[in-house]
């Protein structure tokens, strides 16, 4: 009856995979918001469509931030109007993770980028995997506010108590059971965004201390997707925040983690980019 159910559980988290494993990256720009997705690649590669030719200042003067989907969703996209205003110019947001937002600061395609981590944190993600593509780059971070990271599980999961031990040796693969934890017999499987997102970078120094989280796990091109997927999937374990979790998962307490929500420039920003991160520094502030 066990294979059975476990069959069961394994075939629902499959159909959830396909249903939302598709990676790409949201862009936004003074004509509406709009999803825009690239099947077939994988963690920060994804790039949102730009104006053909367009650079840091895009067409007509835009102003290009690229990065971390989690500022745009928190901060940018529900007061793009209002920014656009604050910045005297169009605002062009492609959200494509917090290290290809760095990447294309460095590279000139965005005049901003936005982070979710430690600008540290993301830089040494960057170089470990592309040595040297930073160079010598200055930059100069803005901290405009925080959110908080949560563990979720399925709602009908009975574990609810993981200490940080315990959650160190699932995310690295050394506890790959629930009846481990004291729940059902069925095979932890850990759902995670891709290397260099902000969120997995904070998960990754945090838990794992510094280790990479298990090869094993299923990675999902946003944090909105790992709800979705653990909400059909009970073997399920993942994360997320306040802009991706729902009441279709369960939050489990005592683990949360402080996400920072940064802004970063080369150098010093120019006067229009100043009023941009004011503004939506004080806009994160009154929320």
Same mark, same amino acid.
């Given at each position: #009856? ?6 069961? %559980? ?9 249903? %939302? ?15 825009? *997705? @690239? ?7 994804? +790039?949102?469509? #730009?104006? @053909? ?8 003067? *835009? ?7 989690? /500022?745009?969703?928190? =901060?940018? %996209?529900? +007061? ?9 110019r169009n605002i062009h947001v492609v959200a494509n993770g917090s290290s290809t937002g760095i990447m294309d600061?460095? @590279? ?14 993301? &830089?040494?993600?960057?170089? !470990? &995997? ?12 803005? !901290? ?6 949560? %563990? ?7 574990? !609810?108590?993981?200490? &940080? ?15 481990? $934890? ?5 095979p932890i499987i850990v759902f995670t965004t891709p290397a260099g997102k902000g969120a997995r970078n904070l998960i ?13 796990? &299923? ?6 997707? /790992? ?34 929500? =940064?802004? /970063? ?10 009023? $941009? ?11």
């Amino acid at each position: #009856m066990k294979s059975v159910k476990q069959a069961a %559980f394994a075939a629902c988290t499959v159909l959830a995979l396909s249903g %939302f494993g598709a990676s790409g990256a949201l862009a936004q720009s003074g004509h509406g918001e709009h999803a825009q *997705m @690239s099947p077939g690649h994988d963690g920060d590669s994804d +790039h949102g469509a #730009m104006p @053909s030719g367009s650079s840091a200042h895009g067409q007509d003067g *835009m102003m290009m931030v690229h990065g971390s989907p989690t /500022v745009a969703r928190t =901060v940018l %996209f529900p +007061h793009k109007a209002h920014l656009d205003q604050a910045a005297g110019r169009n605002i062009h947001v492609v959200a494509n993770g917090s290290s290809t937002g760095i990447m294309d600061l460095v @590279s000139g395609k965005a005049e901003l980028a936005m982070i979710s981590a430690p600008l540290e944190e993301v &830089r040494a993600s960057i170089e !470990r &995997r592309s040595p040297g593509m930073l160079g010598d780059t200055q930059f100069t971070e803005h !901290r405009i506010g925080s959110i908080k990271i949560q %563990f979720i599980v399925h709602p009908d999961n009975p574990v !609810r108590s993981i200490s &940080r031990q315990q959650m160190r040796e699932i995310l690295t693969g050394k506890i790959v059971n629930w009846r481990e $934890l004291g729940g059902e017999n069925l095979p932890i499987i850990v759902f995670t965004t891709p290397a260099g997102k902000g969120a997995r970078n904070l998960i990754e120094n945090e838990f794992p201390g510094g280790e990479p989280i298990t090869g094993k796990a &299923r990675k999902l091109t946003a944090l909105s997707q /790992v709800t979705k997927v653990i909400s059909q999937a009970r073997p399920g374990i993942g994360f997320g925040n306040q802009t991706s979790i729902d009441a279709s998962v369960a939050v489990v307490p005592g683990l949360e983690i402080e996400q920072p929500l =940064v802004l /970063v420039t080369k150098g010093n920003p120019n006067a229009d980019v100043r009023a $941009l991160i004011a503004a939506m520094s004080k806009m994160h502030g009154q929320m």
